[in-house]
């Protein structure tokens, strides 16, 4: 039985910055979470409505604790950030959002991602920030396993039937210009790295590569060119689907104002 | 032993409240009411995670979504579970997902109901979970040691999300008025479709008195929903909502409460398939199965070619 976490983080971060990139962090799994939780009731098999499920209540908590974290610093509660925020103030990546295709784009999406997060919490394992770093001490066990279910659904598709492989090499194809934007460094998490908070980006990407290829590889696909790199999730710029992914999360918050659930 | 010792041996079991193991010799009445009703069983929760699942991505909070998921999570663990015990008589899940999905199978028909408003979660959880646990807590007794088993876990998680689902009611009747109406319309609702969760009325129940033979089933359908009702009158007084049923009272020289008369012709239109949701429920889970055939056929294949290999493979999980 998987329980909710606490809405209370303990302490406030010390800066706007830390509070900024808490909440892109939190951003990340809760839109992914959300993405993956609309596979409820039409995966392809019973244990996926399963895993999927439990993998999308694995970001929820982490989003939970990231977000409340991050508001903390502005009096802003969890669902304040969820459900009051517009577009343009939403910091998660784009390969976070992007619609989730067959079961295919689903687990390549995912095994990109899981990925990256399973490098960035092992580093913040040892952030100066001692939120960050509980934080991302209980979420890098979770996210342990999401790498282990994603690589071992891209191994099954991508080396199964040649259907299979061909609808997941497209799928690869479709996910990887997205993948770029996750080792974008900016301005923010420069400051971040000075600071000993969280790593560079940039610096995951050659563990992040060496982990995605081997799994890409003994699927037998083939690493796309890194030609088109989409980027602007982090500055509020997303693609057009997502709105229509917050009105939905959003709608019946907002009908209440001030309404406790 | 010929069959008549077998059988004798089997009644003699039944007689002394022993429980039937997979490889005991059984009836075949007694296999194919157990793998009619545990695969019901197995059915009606996946076909559950429909309704509910309809409001995890517009969750009016975070702490509920979390909530709903992990509930919902538990749903596919159960219908695994149950499946499991199914199989144990001999059918395995595929063909019950193809018995299913012909309209041969059945699953609850509580779950053609639609879930237009938020409320209609916390509903769920309150009346729908609260029914399901009266069925099936005398379950845990029932003679055929799998499925007993099975219903002594599952149990205990209804149990959790009966409360969730009261705790959540509770919440909206004592927020706004916009929440309270939101709480009262959910119950107007649900309320007799739930009590038809029981099943006919026992002087219209052609198998219950083979199954209660057979140790399966403990308790008549009216006094199962008996009991539902008596439990429900007192805590619908302190959610501060309203059960829809002028005829509701207390009968002292009974002691129970009285209620209305069911509407049996509803629940026939519901198990004819002409219930809100029934054709909608089917496509949506005929469809995911079959989006999912391709995904199905690669673990298969890759599982084969693995062990072609003489590699072992981690089990499709």
């Known amino acids: 039985m998987t329980s909710p976490v606490s809405e209370q983080p303990g302490a406030a971060p010390a800066n706007a910055d830390v509070a900024a990139y808490a909440i892109r962090l939190g951003d990340d799994a809760l839109i992914l979470s959300h993405r993956l939780s609309e596979w409820t009731a039409h995966a392809p098999q019973i244990e996926e409505d399963l895993a999927l499920a439990n993998i999308a209540l694995d970001l929820l908590g982490q989003a939970r604790t990231l977000l409340a974290y991050g508001g903390a610093f502005s009096g802003r509660s969890e669902d304040d950030l969820a459900y009051l925020r517009e577009e343009r103030q939403f910091t998660n990546l784009q390969l976070t959002e992007i619609e989730n295709g067959d079961f295919a784009v689903t687990m390549i999406r995912q095994l990109l991602f899981s990925c990256y997060q399973h490098e960035l919490y092992r580093d913040l394992e040892s952030s100066t920030d001692a939120q960050l770093a509980a934080i991302a001490a209980k979420a890098v066990k979770e996210v342990s396993y999401h790498v282990e279910h994603a690589s071992t659904w891209v191994l099954r598709l991508g080396d199964g039937t040649e259907l299979s492989h061909d609808r997941t090499q497209a799928a690869l194809d479709a996910v990887w210009p997205y993948s770029h934007e996750l080792f974008v460094d900016d301005e923010l998490v420069r400051r971040m790295a000075d600071s000993g908070v969280g790593p560079l980006p940039s610096v995951l990407r050659p563990a992040w590569l060496g982990a995605v290829q081997d799994v890409l590889t003994e699927a037998t696909l083939v690493l796309p060119d890194d030609d088109w790199q989409p980027s602007g999730g982090r500055n509020g710029l997303h693609t057009e689907g997502f709105g229509y992914l917050l009105a939905e999360m959003q709608h019946l918050h907002r009908s209440h104002p001030g309404a406790q659930w | 032993m010929d069959t008549d010792q077998q059988q004798v041996a089997f009644d003699a079991l039944i007689a002394s409240d022993g429980r039937v193991e997979p490889r005991d010799w059984m009836p075949e009445g007694y296999r194919k009411t157990l793998i009619r009703q545990i695969a019901q069983h197995a059915h009606s929760e996946i076909i559950g995670m429909q309704p509910e699942g309809n409001w995890i991505t517009r969750a009016p909070s975070l702490r509920r979504k979390a909530i709903l998921l992990a509930k919902v999570q538990d749903e596919a663990g159960h219908g695994l579970y149950l499946y499991s015990a199914a199989e144990t008589l001999g059918m395995s899940r595929e063909e019950m997902l193809d018995l299913l999905h012909a309209g041969r199978q059945r699953y609850s028909s509580i779950f053609n109901y639609p879930t237009p408003t938020w409320a209609d979660v916390a509903a769920i959880g309150w009346l729908v979970d609260g029914a399901a646990i009266t069925n099936q807590v005398p379950l845990t007794r029932c003679s055929y040691g799998p499925y007993a088993r099975a219903m002594i876990r599952i149990c205990k998680e209804e149990s959790f999300h009966q409360r969730q689902g009261f705790e959540s009611q509770l919440q909206l009747s004592n927020g706004t008025p916009e929440q309270h109406a939101m709480a009262q319309d959910a119950i107007d609702r649900w309320w007799w479709p739930s009590l038809m969760m029981f099943g006919p009325p026992d002087d219209d129940s052609p ?69 809100p949701c029934n054709r909608q429920r089917i496509a949506t889970r005929r469809q995911a199965h079959s989006d999912g055939a391709w995904v199905r056929e690669a673990a298969a294949a890759y599982a084969a070619k693995k062990q072609a290999a003489g590699a072992t493979v981690p089990v499709a999980a």
């Open chain 2, 207 to 275: 198998n219950s008195a083979q199954s209660t033979a057979w140790g399966i089933k403990r308790f008549s359908n009216d006094e199962l929903r008996q009991r539902f009702v008596d439990i429900c009158v007192p805590q619908a007084q302190t959610l501060g909502l309203t059960l829809p049923d002028p005829d509701l009272c207390w009968n002292a020289e009974r002691g129970h409460y009285d209620y209305g008369v069911i509407d049996w012709t509803e629940f026939q239109q519901v198990l004819k398939g002409n219930g």
